[in-house]
């Protein structure tokens, strides 16, 4: 059963920086690309930041290219997204994904709230 737990979340100010962490468990971590999400209140959940399963490319979106770095540690079967120079509209609450597996099955971790704000 696949398991997808975020942590690293919290109140920044503005133009600070976090560090997300996603633990997987469940799946065959080195075979499935994967992704960070972020939903904020009355938003729909939006595509942050992918890496492919070796970890050797990764793609943004335009309004954290730049600022956010997503990374993967295969044998930790972890994911992480390195946020700098954070903004009060990064607020939300991020999750982590495949996007691979989105294609078959709905099933989301419980997330980590950010919050910007000085």
């Known amino acids: 059963q696949v398991q997808f737990v975020e942590s690293g979340g919290g109140l920044v100010q503005p133009g600070g920086s976090l560090r997300l962490s996603c633990a997987v468990s469940g799946i065959i971590f080195s075979a499935y690309d994967m992704a960070w999400y972020r939903q904020a209140p009355g938003n729909q959940r939006e595509l942050v930041a992918g890496?492919?399963?070796?970890?050797?490319?990764?793609n943004y979106a335009d309004s954290v290219r730049g600022r956010f770095t997503i990374s993967r540690d295969n044998a930790k079967n972890a994911v992480y997204l390195q946020m700098n120079r954070l903004q009060p509209e990064d607020t939300a609450v991020y999750y982590c994904?495949?996007?691979?597996?989105?294609?078959?099955?709905?099933?989301w971790g419980q997330g980590t709230q950010v919050t910007v704000s000085s």
């Open positions: 890496t492919i399963a070796s970890g050797s490319s990764a």
């Open positions: 994904n495949s996007p691979r597996r989105l294609k078959y099955s709905d099933y």
